[in-house]
């Protein structure tokens, strides 16, 4: 079958990969323009044309596809017979997905008409949500609105991050697709139950502060969700910090004493710190080990910072940077 494919990040390969070696012919690749990149911030292609490209496969980066006629010509040129769409990040008009005889098919990473939105995986771990899957469709004028051509659940891993669970739907998603291309003619279109529908709008860099008011179960969702992209921060004496990786530890009553610190190591134990754990803001700094960073939270919880990235710096330990700065008890985060 001959494809034009419609593709930009890491998440797309998969599909385009299982595509090639299922047979199919990939007439043409669309993919989002080059980006700044790094610490230099010079222009770095997308996954998927890094991918083409090493496979001598035609690529395509229209800045705007909706109003770029060139591209358009082009890609009607391809003759496909079917349009494959997977995290390509641009809306694609009607004259281009509906001109092949098969239209165009779209594999979208929830359970369709849950999640309809640009970043579906990270609402589904941002929400705590047990289950997710992949949803194969056939693209219409709205966002995520077609009718559904097939589907299939997974369970979502204790503490899976969505990073990772975004790869293991792309790999979901690549079966899916060269299984349901292989029937195509025969395939059922269900209708979406629109009163059944969510949003997944982009996530926003802003959405990864913590508000330390939060309780430690949602800052604790927020790492496993944004940590990756677009990055969870807080600020530390005015700096920003970005949490990588740590956990909640529930109610700081149900803990032991806290310990104390200072930048010479003695610690200790008494009913001033455990009085402190039971009455801190949220924000402070209750407890400084090795373990990392126990930090006051919303309802009385508590979340262990473990790893962070100081601006500027690589990763470390939380405890080797709460050494480096001379963090204390009296130190609030977020201020």
């Known amino acids: 079958m001959k494809i034009v494919f419609f593709g930009s990040p890491p998440a797309a390969l998969p599909s385009l990969g299982a595509l090639l070696r299922a047979g199919h012919s990939v007439m043409l690749v669309v993919t989002q323009p080059a980006k700044p990149a790094g610490r ?11 991918f083409a490209c090493e496979r001598d496969l035609p690529v395509i ?25 997977v995290a390509y990040g641009q809306i ?29 995986v ?18 219409d004028d709205r966002m995520d609105e077609g009718d559904i051509l097939a589907q299939e659940r ?37 209708k979406q139950d629109d009163a059944r529908a969510t949003l997944a709008p982009k996530i926003r860099k802003e959405d990864g502060k913590i508000a330390w008011t939060e309780t430690a179960a949602a800052i604790d969702r927020q790492v496993l969700a944004l940590a990756d992209r677009p990055g969870v921060f807080t600020l530390v004496r005015g700096r920003r910090v970005n949490i990588l990786r740590g956990r909640a530890l529930g109610p700081i009553e149900r803990y032991w004493p806290v310990m104390l ?4 190591g003695d610690r200790g134990r008494g009913t001033d710190s455990l009085l402190r754990a ?43 940077f709460s050494l480096g700065t001379t963090l204390a008890l009296s130190d609030r985060l977020g201020e």
């Open 154 to 190: 997974v369970a979502v891993e204790p503490r899976e991050t969505a990073a990772a669970l975004e790869e293991r739907l792309a790999m979901l998603g690549a079966r899916l697709l060269v299984e349901s291309l292989e029937r195509i003619d025969g395939l059922p279109h269900v």
């Open 122 to 139: 990270q609402w589904t771990v941002l929400n705590g949500d047990p289950e997710s899957g992949v949803t194969i469709m056939e693209l």
């Open 92 to 120: 694609i008009p009607r004259s281009i997905h509906y001109f092949p005889r098969r239209h165009s098919l779209n594999v979208h990473f929830s359970l369709l008409p849950k999640y309809r939105g640009a970043a579906p």
């Open 61 to 85: 980066e229209p800045a705007r596809i909706r109003t770029d006629e060139a591209a358009r010509d082009r890609i009607v040129a391809a003759g496909a017979d079917v349009n494959v769409v």
């Open 278 to 320: 039971k009455t801190a803001e949220p924000g402070a700094i209750v407890w400084i080990d090795k373990p990392g960073l126990e930090v006051a939270c919303g309802g009385g919880s508590a979340y262990l910072i473990e790893e962070l990235r100081p601006e500027g710096r690589g990763p470390m330990s939380a405890h080797a």
């Open 40 to 50: 230099g911030r010079r222009l770095a292609p997308s996954a998927v044309k890094a």
């Open 261 to 264: 610190h200072n930048p010479f």
